[in-house]
């Protein structure tokens, strides 16, 4: 029996957003690298491995810590690419 390969969400979306080719309009490009998490957001996530440092994080705090981590891979990823489409468009 084959064994089924294993992809994960940031592999996925590394492939749909292909943060090594350029192509998004300059607008955008300025848009994505504008997003960033609230203050109340990092304030939480600065806690949230704080405790996973120390070993005290408890299962639920875990799930909300590794969707935090998931969506800022996500977000690093656009602005990879922005970056890179700026530079291309020449408006970096």
Known sequence: MAHALTISEADILEDVVSPKKAGLAPDAARTFLGMRFSKGAMKQIRRL????????????????????????????????????????????
């Open 49 to 92: 491995l704080q405790k996973n440092n120390r070993g005290t994080i408890t299962a639920g705090e875990s799930v909300t810590l590794k969707n935090y981590l998931r969506v800022g891979q996500f977000l690093d990823l656009l602005q990879t690419k922005a970056k890179l489409s700026l530079h291309d468009d020449g408006t970096q």
